[in-house]
């Protein structure tokens, strides 16, 4: 199973791209500080997009992407690329930063003062989304196979990072059918996925 | 569904968890168990990667915004990568023959006023920590912190120093492989950051080199991952809090 996993992820073949981090990702964790300006040369715009669309204020997105430069360079000598990509690698730290900073935001935060889903712009629309995964037929096949209201809840929770709670508030559905609606699209997606 | 270490997962159930990780849908306790297993269920882990793959695309598609020309130059600063100065060129020896050439290289007169001033900066030293240990022990600003059901577990004192030290009160529940990290806030905007990682409560000093000290900043004591939180804000439930006040 576990190795039919790992087939299936090379089976779609490292880009140049993908290659040229995952180079840069040992170049770091020899100490070469060069590679990670690289790294944040080719990236950081595509990066700070996506914390910008999971955080909504750019102060926060800013910081997300920083931390999470530090944080690829702090751990890059754990980076194994025989368990999966450089790419999705960092992203996974940013996305995983950015997650942090948006959970501490709401924790904190007072009514005057919101973050999130009134500042959400066309871009984070998952119809929006959907009409820009040309490029990513399986994905976009895979995702227009699930009724349109479960496909934008997985979307809405990718995307916006909102939680099973605020996703069930926004659509007035108890949190419950939400997990499951969500459970349910995510053992469909898998299936037609791989 | 939890994610317990020793739960046994459907291929399906597993799948679907390592879903609901990769959309950042796993939350406090689940989420500290999950990043657990995910260190050693290889499977698991394949799972994950296989999601963060098919699900990138979205990522890949994002409208790119252009960082501030000052965003690098806060990475560097955080990673300590100052560029290194060029080596100081060595002197060139004074022209040999003159007297003061002579004195100038006399390793006696050098070793005898390097002694001399030696002892003078070692009196003055002995003097001083004499004075400055007195004032250094009384602490600046002072946080109880305390748990939900208001019990003082740990005090936290900062010293003019800026040494900041952590003195348990109570014992605190450890759960095997798992350790307590303190966090400070003193600004919302920036968000809580690690000042410690103990294996138990014991006293420490906490780390605050670089971070801004002053009254009313709060420090909390979260239960992690005995290597410390995954992602570097608090995961795990809150032990204890407080903010501080200024010693009297």
Not at chain 1, 6 to 24: L, M, T, W
Not at chain 1, 105 to 123: F, G, I, N, Q, Y
Not at chain 2, 26 to 43: K, T, Y
Request: with cysteine; net charge neutral.
């Amino acid at each position: 199973m576990a190795s039919d996993a790992a087939s299936s992820v090379k089976a779609q073949g490292p880009s140049g791209k993908a290659k040229e981090i995952e180079s840069a990702l040992r170049a770091c964790a020899s100490g070469d500080k060069l590679a990670l300006k690289r790294i944040y040369d080719v990236e950081s715009a595509r990066m700070l997009g996506v914390a910008q669309r999971l955080l909504k204020r750019r102060a926060l997105a800013e910081e997300a992407v920083q931390d999470a430069f530090v944080l690829i360079w702090r751990h890059a000598a754990r980076f194994d690329p025989e368990r999966g990509s450089g790419l999705t690698w960092i992203y996974a730290i940013l996305r995983n930063r950015s997650l942090s900073i948006l959970r501490d935001e709401k924790r904190t935060e007072t009514s005057e003062d919101p973050v999130a889903e009134d500042l959400a712009s066309e871009e984070d629309d998952p119809e929006t989304v959907m009409s820009k995964l040309s490029d990513a037929k399986a994905l976009r096949a895979c995702l227009e196979t699930l009724p349109p209201q479960r496909r934008g809840i997985v979307l809405l929770a990718f995307v916006q990072g909102l939680t099973h709670g605020e996703i069930a508030g926004k659509l007035s559905m108890p949190i419950g059918t939400v997990k499951s609606w969500i459970r349910r699209s995510l053992m469909s997606l898998k299936e037609c996925l791989g | 569904m939890s994610a317990s270490a020793d739960m046994i997962l459907t291929p399906p159930e597993r799948d679907a968890l390592a879903g609901e990780y990769v959309l950042g849908l796993l939350e406090g306790a689940d989420l500290v168990a999950f990043a657990r297993r995910l260190d050693s269920d290889r499977a698991l882990a394949a799972s994950v990667e296989r999601w963060r793959a098919h699900l990138h695309p979205i990522d890949a598609v994002v409208r790119p915004i252009a960082p501030p020309p000052g965003l690098w130059p806060r990475i560097e600063a955080d990673l300590g990568m100052t560029v290194q100065t060029a080596a100081r060129p060595a002197l060139a020896p004074p022209s040999a023959g003159s007297r003061l050439a002579d004195w100038w290289n006399s390793l006696f007169v050098w070793r005898g006023a390097a002694f001399a001033g030696a002892l003078a900066s070692l009196l003055l030293a002995v003097g001083l920590f004499a004075a400055l240990d007195r004032a250094q022990r009384q602490p600046v600003y002072v946080a109880v912190l305390l748990t939900e059901a208001g019990i003082a577990t740990a005090v936290v004192n900062t010293y003019p120093d800026r040494r900041v030290e952590m003195v348990p009160l109570q014992n605190i529940a450890v759960p095997p492989g798992m350790a307590l990290e303190i966090w400070t806030l003193w600004d919302r905007a920036v968000g809580p950051r690690s000042v410690g990682l103990i294996d138990r409560a014991r006293s420490t000093n906490l780390r605050l080199d670089q971070l801004p000290l002053g009254r009313d900043q709060l420090f909390e004591i979260t239960i992690e991952p005995a290597t410390g939180s995954p992602t570097g804000r608090p995961t795990g439930p809150i032990v204890a809090k407080g903010t501080t006040s200024q010693a009297l």
